[in-house]
């Protein structure tokens, strides 16, 4: 099931089996209340689908199925993917296996 990003201007289709991921925002307080300055902050390892290629191309030349779709919620690597930037806001290109866990409900 292939996809395209319309959220913005920018036509985004990937190819074989990465997904683009729109990262959530990072936490700014901890649980304890303390406000984090931009330095201090980690990198979020969760996100939403945006658009998502048509599968690995097998050596049988057949497409093997995506376990994930657009609008799923995933969670991935802390240092996974290849951050890019379309009309200013950031997204993370990421292998399916890059993907840790689908977040239900």
Request: overall charge negative; some cysteine; proline content about 4%.
């Amino acid at each position: 099931m292939a996809a395209t990003a319309t959220r913005t201007k920018v036509q985004f289709r990937p190819l074989d089996d990465r997904v683009l991921v729109l990262p959530c925002e990072a936490e700014e307080v901890t649980a304890g209340g303390i406000v984090l300055p931009d330095s201090a902050r980690e990198k979020p390892q969760r996100g939403k689908i945006i658009a998502a290629g048509a599968g690995k191309l097998l050596d049988s030349g057949e497409r093997g199925e995506m376990d994930v779709e657009v609008g799923n919620e995933v969670f991935y690597g802390k240092y996974s993917g290849t951050e890019v930037e379309l009309n200013g806001e950031t997204y993370v290109i990421l292998r399916e296996s890059d993907i840790l866990a689908v977040v239900n409900g």
